[in-house]
Structures are given as C-alpha cells and as structure tokens.
C-alpha cells in the first residue's frame, strides 16, 4: 500500500496576493511545495529562491513555446520522434547538418524536392517543431495559403504590411510548391510583389512534391 503524502500548506494570502500582482503564476504553483521542501532539508534562502525562479522561468519558456507552435500554422505535429532518418533518400549527414538549425542564423534558403510520398513535408514540418523547440519563430504556408494571404491584402493595398508580418518570422516553410502552379498563382495573387519586396531576413524553406 502506497502512503500518500500530505498536501503541503497553502501560502499565506497576503503572499498569494503578492503573486498575482507580479504575474508570476508559476512560482504560485510550486511554492507550497517548494517552501515546504524548503523547511524540512533548511535549504538556504537564496537556494529557496533560485528553485522558485527556475521554476517561473521554465514555465514561462514552456508558455512561450506552446504560444509560438499554436501561432506557427504548422499542420500535423510531425516530429523528429517519428522520423526514420534511414528510411529517407536525404543522406544522414546532410539530415545531421540540418537538425543544427545552424542555416537559419544564416538566412540560407532550403529547398526540399522528390516524388510523392518521400516524406518531405514531415522533414520540414520536423524542423520546424525543433526551431521553436530551440527559440525560434516559425511561420507555416503552402502555396496556396499564401496566395491568400496576398489575395486578401491586395483588397486594401496592404500587402506589404502582411509581407512584413510574415519576414518577422526565423523561418518561413511553404509545402507543395508545385512548379506547375507558379504561373497561376504568381498571376493572381502578386507573388512577384512579395519576391521584390525580399525574403532575406528570414530563411525559406520550400518542398516540391
């Protein structure tokens, strides 16, 4: 039989007070815990303090992290959990070299292409998970989604306040660029517009199917 330990005391509420005014939610959390650990082991006070800190600084990383996933667009929740880099025709060390994340610090553009069915939008959306994991913005489009976009903003000649939303990202991935589609899509939704006004501060990654 299991013996359940007791619930630790609650905080006072002039202190739980105090917490709400500073907006430090998860230094609330884990305070009665952290406190009461603190008294039985007589931590020090500045111990005390760096636990509870640490604790509101990972909850806020994690916060962050969820916010920026949420905000990315991407689809499915691909991620290097599922991959099987031997099963993929992109040779493991050009994988290895890419899963540093060290090209997006570069603005270098990658560009995806293969047959249906290779995987390719798994690999990008994988990167994708690991540059917010890592701190990073990511923005998530097909082409035709970001046809959209423009389409919308051409209406009231706001393009380029969209397009500058959009390079405010660390990476910008765009699936099922299809060449076959480019003449259309460039036609009707001033794609040509986005290209002069520049991608360069962020890195594009682009898949072909």
């Known amino acids: 039989m299991t013996v359940k330990p007791p619930a630790p005391p609650p905080l006072p509420d002039e202190l739980d007070r105090l917490l709400r005014r500073l907006r430090l939610p998860y230094v609330r959390r884990a305070a009665p815990e952290v406190l009461a650990t603190a008294n039985s082991q007589r931590w020090e006070h500045a111990e005390v303090l760096r636990v509870l800190f640490a604790e509101e600084a990972a909850g806020r990383d994690l916060a962050t992290i969820t916010t920026r996933r949420r905000s990315s667009g991407l689809p499915a929740g691909k991620t290097f959990d599922a991959w099987e880099p031997q099963a993929s025709a992109i040779p493991k060390p050009t994988q290895q070299a890419l899963r540093t994340l060290e090209w997006i610090d570069r603005a270098e ?32 489009h097909t082409l035709e989604t970001l046809a959209a976009l423009f389409r919308r903003h051409r209406v009231d000649d706001s393009v380029s306040k969209a397009i500058s939303k959009l390079i405010r990202s660390d990476l910008i991935l765009i699936d099922l660029c299809r060449y076959r589609d480019y003449a259309d899509i460039v036609a009707t939704a001033g794609l040509s517009a986005a290209c002069s006004l520049g991608f360069s501060p962020v890195s594009p990654a682009r898949v072909s199917a």
Request: hydrophobic share 40%; proline share 3%.
């Open 109 to 140: 553009v990658l560009c995806v292409c293969g047959p249906s069915g290779t995987s390719k939008s798994h690999f990008i959306e994988a990167l994708g998970h690991l540059a917010i994991d890592n701190g990073k913005t990511v923005t998530w």
